[in-house]
């Protein structure tokens, strides 16, 4: 049986560097889309740019490793 790791007492620049890496990351995200997907569609109704932007959202989450960039903040190590 697997037990997970014991609670970390002290304080680990890791959290702070993988919030900092994270919040980067969807920014220049944020930006790209704002930059090439916006103008496509800014003319679309409302209703139909509201998928585009769903799937946008949604979408990162599939380009970054978030699973492995949380393990790596916790343990310090990029396997889960």
Same mark, same amino acid.
């Given at each position: 049986?697997?037990?997970?790791?014991?609670?970390?007492?002290?304080?680990?620049?890791?959290? #702070? *560097?993988?919030?900092?890496?994270?919040?980067? &990351? %969807? /920014? $220049?995200? !944020?930006?790209?889309? =704002?930059?090439? +997907?916006?103008?496509?569609?800014?003319?679309? #109704? *409302?209703?139909?740019?509201?998928?585009?932007? &769903? %799937? /946008? $959202?949604? !979408?990162?989450?599939? =380009?970054?490793? +978030?699973?492995?960039?949380?393990?790596?903040?916790?343990?310090?190590?990029?396997?889960?």
């Amino acid at each position: 049986m697997n037990r997970p790791p014991p609670i970390r007492r002290e304080p680990t620049w890791r959290i #702070p *560097a993988g919030v900092l890496g994270l919040l980067a &990351v %969807l /920014l $220049g995200y !944020g930006a790209v889309v =704002a930059w090439f +997907v916006a103008p496509w569609i800014a003319a679309w #109704p *409302a209703l139909a740019q509201t998928p585009v932007y &769903v %799937l /946008l $959202g949604v !979408g990162w989450l599939w =380009a970054m490793p +978030v699973r492995q960039l949380l393990a790596w903040m916790e343990t310090g190590r990029w396997k889960t």
